[in-house]
């Protein structure tokens, strides 16, 4: 699909750019890189990061995904204007939301998005202030459908979520067990685990207990063409220990490992 003329796209967003800041902050720092690198991409009008397309094919592409996944396909217009903000300062309406109901609908979505070059963009509670959660591309929107603690292993001392848990619900549910998950981001109340993950979220008592990247154990992932892939730090002494010592861990492990 060719990009279209900066006129054409003008008459397709109601808030169109010639400018799309991409400023990556990383974690919970809001300095400035030290490395000099400029933190923020200026895009020319037509480069292919700010394709738009027609009706015609937004009505194709929103087609094709109702058949290919379960979960929600969004491309009304109230939902891509309801989409196009977060907790920062952009506005970019995507060309399209879906809700995936499971981990098939999102290596759907990635695999076609793959094949004709359009952008995801996963979003958690949207609450990352550097405008991380938004883009032109398609959106998925873990929060709905994908939001449980799958289980807590309270003697081996971990969980398994899937990505738009919020982080208090989790903290809710692990009290009775006396335990909590130690990094405390100021947005626990809505963010989600999918979000500090990728953010590698931190809080006031990051000094002591760590960070996010501290306490993931494995990531059910999926690559950008679909592939899907369980990544773990092997090599990481926690990871050995609850292996080694926990031959359920291992099992389980080894389950996630040939999903
Ligand atoms: C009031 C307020 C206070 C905050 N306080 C802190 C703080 O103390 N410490 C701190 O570190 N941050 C803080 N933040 C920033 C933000 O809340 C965190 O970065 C949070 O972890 C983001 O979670 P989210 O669910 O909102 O993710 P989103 O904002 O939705 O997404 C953030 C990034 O994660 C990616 N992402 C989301 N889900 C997935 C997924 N399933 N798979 C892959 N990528 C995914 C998104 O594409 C995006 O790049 C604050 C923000 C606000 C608005």
């Known amino acids: ?42 895009l020319p009008p037509g480069h292919s990061a700010m394709r738009s397309f027609t009706k015609a094919q937004r009505q194709a592409i929103e087609r094709d995904l109702r058949r290919l996944v379960e979960g929600e396909v969004l491309f009304d217009e109230i939902s891509r204007v309801l989409y196009a903000s977060s907790a920062c300062i952009y506005e970019i309406p995507p060309l399209g939301v879906v809700l995936p109901r499971h981990a098939k609908d999102v290596v759907a979505v990635m695999r076609y998005a ?4 359009i952008p995801v963009i996963p979003r958690g509670a949207a ?21 449980r603690l799958l289980k807590v292993h309270p003697r081996e001392n971990f969980v398994q979520v899937q990505p738009g848990l919020v982080l208090e619900r ?13 990094p405390d981001p100021s ?15 931190a809080g006031i008592h990051s000094l002591k207990y760590g960070t996010t990247k501290d306490y993931v154990l494995g990531l059910d992932v999926v690559l950008a063409n679909g592939e899907r892939v369980w990544l773990a730090d092997e090599g990481d002494p926690l990871f050995q220990r609850l292996t080694g010592t926990h031959p359920q861990v291992a099992s389980l492990v080894e389950g996630l490992r040939h999903l």
């Open 1 to 42: 699909m060719p990009p279209t003329s900066t006129r054409q796209r003008r008459q397709e967003f109601p808030e169109p750019s010639s400018i799309v800041a991409f400023p990556w902050l990383g974690g919970a720092t809001l300095l400035p890189p030290l490395t000099g690198q400029p933190s923020c991409l200026i």
């Open 114 to 117: 793959h094949e004709r070059d």
């Open 127 to 147: 609450s990352g202030v550097a405008g991380q959660a938004i883009g032109w591309g398609l959106v998925l929107d873990f929060t709905k459908h994908m939001n």
């Open 170 to 182: 989790l903290n809710e549910a692990l009290r009775p067990y006396g335990k909590f998950f130690p």
């Open 187 to 201: 947005s626990g109340r809505f963010c989600t685990l999918g979000g500090m993950i990728a953010t590698n979220a």
